[in-house]
C-alpha cells in the first residue's frame, strides 16, 4: 500500500508564496514520477508539475517560472514552491506518483491539501 500526506497549503495573499510539501511511504519502485494536480470545483484535474527519480522536471505552461518541483528519493518527498500567487491559483492540490509495473502505469494520489490565494 502506498501512502501519499501532502502539507503545506493554506492562505495566502496574491503575490505570496507557499511551499507545499509530500511524503510518500509504502512500497513503489524507485523508478518513478512524483508531481502536483490541482483542483476547483466543477472542473477536471489539471497537472501543476512532475519530476522522476532523476531530478528531470516539467511544469505546466501557467505555472512555469514561478513554481518550482523538487525531491528527495533517499527521503521519497516532493516539493513545491509556489511564488507570485494569484488568485487563480486557488484550487485543492494533489500529490501523485505514478510508476511502471509489469508495463502498465500504476499511479497514486494524496488526499490533497487545500491552497487560497486572496485578491
Known amino acids: 500500500q502506498v501512502q501519499l500526506v501532502e502539507s503545506g497549503g493554506g492562505l495566502v495573499q496574491a503575490g505570496g508564496s507557499l511551499t507545499l510539501s509530500c511524503a510518500a511511504s509504502g512500497s513503489f519502485n524507485s523508478l518513478n514520477t512524483m508531481g502536483w494536480f490541482r483542483q476547483v470545483p466543477g472542473k477536471q484535474r489539471e497537472l501543476v508539475a512532475l519530476?522522476?527519480?532523476?531530478?528531470?522536471?516539467d511544469y505546466a505552461d501557467a505555472m512555469r517560472g514561478r513554481f518550482s518541483i523538487a525531491r528527495n528519493n533517499s527521503k521519497n518527498t516532493v516539493n513545491l514552491q509556489m511564488n507570485n500567487l494569484k488568485p487563480e491559483d486557488t484550487a485543492e492540490y494533489y500529490c501523485?506518483?505514478?510508476?511502471?509495473?509489469?508495463?502498465?502505469?500504476?499511479?497514486?494520489w494524496g488526499r490533497g491539501t487545500q491552497v487560497t490565494v486572496s485578491a
Open positions: 519530476i522522476n527519480q532523476a531530478g528531470v522536471s
Open positions: 501523485n506518483l505514478y510508476e511502471y509495473r509489469d508495463s502498465m502505469k500504476v499511479e497514486y
